[in-house]
């Protein structure tokens, strides 16, 4: 059952709706902000969205030519590798930068929108870490709808405290095993002293995976992550 808009509309304005598995909808929250908007369902499973705001991010007047691309990386930080880098600079150059870093962290807990052939689109936080900041055999990663839902149903499977994971059958080139790799660094710097593991068909697989895809990710965030 769809969930009725007077009720959409009364918990947005109280900004009442909690990030995980509403029992009462029977729906998964995966808004950060106590607002909803577009509701999908992917395999069987209703998942909020936030509330798409008014204006979104936006390359160009040119419906066209909106689309993702990834953004310039901060000239003033290129010398700096690690956060004992960044700690020899004075306290002026710091001020400057820390509204940039705290957007970044900002983006990375709560996602982001910007303007998709005119269509206002959210990514989530850790999408948006894999095409922002992720480093993969090609470059830059590109953006694509169906990596888009792949990472909104792992979101709701992270919000959702019923669910041990996600089952997730694959082709082959679908771009799984660099947004895995993303993931696992992403969730990883979230937390000192965190452990994570790799699975494969082979120990030598799971290595491989480490040395060519989750060292080389990891080793291409900014200092600040």
């Not at 909808?25 to 798409?52: R, Y």
């Not at 082959?172 to 660094?185: D, I, L, Y």
């Not at 491989?208 to 900014?222: A, H």
């Amino acid at each position: 059952q769809p969930i009725r808009s007077n009720t959409i509309h009364r918990l947005n304005k109280s900004k009442s709706w909690e990030y995980g598995y509403n029992k009462d909808n029977d729906v998964v929250v995966v808004s950060k902000t106590g607002q909803i908007g577009e509701v999908l369902e992917i395999q069987g499973l209703k998942i909020a969205l936030p509330l798409a705001p008014k204006t979104v991010y936006t390359r160009s007047k040119k419906r066209s030519e909106q689309k993702w691309e990834q953004f310039p990386e901060n000239p003033d930080f290129k010398k700096i590798k690690t956060v004992f880098d960044w700690n020899e600079y004075p306290e002026e150059f710091k001020e400057k930068h820390y509204a940039y870093i705290d957007e970044e962290f900002r983006r990375r807990e709560e996602g982001f929108w910007f303007s998709n052939n005119g269509v206002a689109t959210w990514i989530p936080g850790a999408y948006y870490m894999y095409l922002q900041w992720s480093k993969i055999d090609v470059g830059a990663p590109d953006f694509r709808e169906a990596n888009r839902l792949f990472f909104i149903f792992w979101e709701a499977c992270k919000a959702d405290k019923r669910s041990y994971g996600m089952c997730y059958l694959k082709n082959r080139r679908s771009g799984f095993s660099f947004m895995s790799s993303a993931e696992t660094v992403n969730l990883a710097t979230l937390a000192s002293d965190s452990r994570f593991g790799i699975l494969s068909k082979s120990g030598g697989d799971a290595k491989k995976m480490f040395t060519d895809k989750v060292v080389p990710i990891s080793l291409n965030y900014p200092f600040f992550f």
